[in-house]
């Protein structure tokens, strides 16, 4: 696979908060072109926070576009200027668990949905976890006002993704990565 898909022409088709839909014209091996229309996403990151007891904290958060409330890991999108991924998804954590990560790691990188979007998101392990003091807590608004954070042991939380009650596949990623690095 040698062929090189490169860009001939490139268009916003629609912006909106911090989402532009983009259409490519990209070279085809076939000497043609074709137009490939994707979100241009700014990228995010996820957060599998395990306390001392084995437990991973899971956010319940509706989603529009799929009508549904999920089961997720904290996770945002990397909407602050220069900051860095892992400060990026310790203050996710802390604004939507109200923890504290003592140690924050890699632990793997995705695209979300390839197919149609070109988001990519670092998945962060976090331990060490203490609470924030109820003083510099977030204020959450709009769906994440009714937010609810649970924590399942990780045992479950597998069952959970067998049994299709945790459908995120960032959450189902991150967990099975978090659970394959315990055990290696």
């Given at each position: ?6 860009v001939?022409?490139s ?31 700014p990228?995010a ?8 007891d084995?437990r ?5 958060q ?13 996770a ?9 991924a ?15 990560a003592?140690?924050?790691e890699?632990?793997?990188?995705l695209?979300?949905s ?7 998101i670092?998945v ?13 807590r977030h ?7 009714e ?7 990780l ?10 009650k ?19």
């Amino acid at each position: 696979m040698t062929h090189d898909y490169r860009v001939r022409s490139s268009a916003i088709e629609y912006s909106a908060f911090k989402f532009e839909m983009v259409r490519d014209s990209v070279a085809m091996p076939d000497d043609g072109v074709a137009d490939r229309i994707y979100l241009r996403h700014p990228g995010a990151v996820a957060v599998v926070a395990i306390d001392e007891d084995d437990r991973v904290a899971l956010v319940n958060q509706y989603r529009h576009p799929v009508r549904e409330h999920l089961w997720e890991l904290p996770a945002g999108l990397r909407d602050v200027e220069g900051e860095p991924a892992a400060e990026t998804a310790a203050r996710e954590l802390a604004e939507e668990t109200d923890m504290r990560a003592g140690t924050i790691e890699p632990l793997i990188e995705l695209y979300s949905s390839p197919g149609c979007s070109d988001e990519w998101i670092p998945v962060f392990l976090a331990g060490q976890l203490s609470p924030v003091p109820d003083s510099e807590r977030h204020v959450r608004t709009d769906e994440e006002a009714e937010m609810e954070t649970r924590w399942w042991p990780l045992e479950d939380a597998v069952a959970g993704i067998l049994s299709s009650k945790i459908r995120n596949g960032i959450a189902i990623a991150g967990i099975l990565a978090a659970v394959a690095k315990r055990n290696r």
